[in-house]
């Protein structure tokens, strides 16, 4: 594995970035609703990142009480970043998803059981055969209640993931730092593409 791409970059590494948001189209592709605030004043966020956030996002988008996904960059230093640029390990970020749901319909339990089961978050800076600090397995949180049932979840998981040999949980759990929208083909890229790259896989193991 590339050194600079498995490790959190330092101070100097880091890359400058730009002040300009990226360009979306305005609405979801899968549900049509739109794509930036305001959304719902009954809504919640939760953001996480399990992988390639192509597959992270086909994870949520159709669950009952999920109103919008969206994917892009977090848990990083570099302002508005490029795809390349956050693959290239200098920015800091990782390649999430943004869940806004409806508390009334889905809990925030219910989420994280998908984001458990869906990928293995015991393999440290990498999800699979893909690689890099941008495939770390997150969980930023949106509030204090989010926070305790985050790390609740994962004493629980990991105790199941323990019983099946697994190795010990790395994913981290820190308050959600800003969202910056990946580039609008990565949106809803495998309901767009069907047959497109999905290097997404969980444990086998059921969050119980």
């Known amino acids: 594995m590339n050194t600079l791409k498995s490790q959190m970059p330092?101070?100097?590494?880091?890359?400058?970035?730009?002040?300009?948001?990226?360009?979306?189209?305005?609405?979801?592709?899968?549900?049509?609703?739109?794509v930036t605030q305001p959304f719902p004043d009954n809504s919640q966020q939760a953001q996480f990142g399990l992988g390639c956030f192509w597959g992270a996002e086909k994870c949520f988008w159709?669950?009952?009480?999920?109103?919008?996904t969206s994917v892009g960059y977090s848990a990083g230093s570099t302002p508005n970043p490029s795809y390349e640029e956050v693959c290239s390990g200098r920015t800091?970020?990782?390649?999430?998803?943004?869940?806004v749901f409806d508390p009334l319909k889905i809990s925030y339990s219910d989420l994280l059981q998908v984001f458990w089961e869906s990928h293995n978050p015991t393999q440290g800076m990498q999800q699979g055969n893909d690689a890099g600090t941008q495939y770390r397995s997150?969980?930023?949180?949106?509030?204090?209640?989010?926070?305790?049932?985050?790390?609740?979840?994962?004493k629980r998981f990991e105790d199941c993931l323990?019983?099946?040999?697994?190795?010990?949980?790395?994913?981290?759990?820190?308050?959600a730092q800003e969202f910056y929208y990946a580039e609008?083909?990565?949106?809803q890229y495998l309901a767009k593409n069907p047959n497109g790259?999905?290097?997404?896989?969980?444990?086998g193991v059921s969050y119980q």
């Open 184 to 187: 609008d083909y990565h949106q």
């Open 62 to 68: 159709s669950l009952p009480g999920v109103y919008f």
């Open 197 to 203: 790259y999905c290097g997404l896989g969980g444990t």
């Open 138 to 154: 997150g969980i930023y949180t949106y509030s204090e209640q989010q926070h305790k049932t985050a790390e609740e979840s994962l």
């Open 92 to 99: 800091g970020h990782n390649e999430v998803v943004l869940v």
């Open 10 to 34: 330092s101070t100097e590494q880091i890359l400058t970035g730009r002040d300009t948001v990226m360009a979306l189209a305005p609405k979801h592709f899968v549900n049509g609703h739109a």
């Open 162 to 175: 323990k019983s099946e040999n697994f190795n010990a949980i790395t994913t981290e759990i820190i308050s």
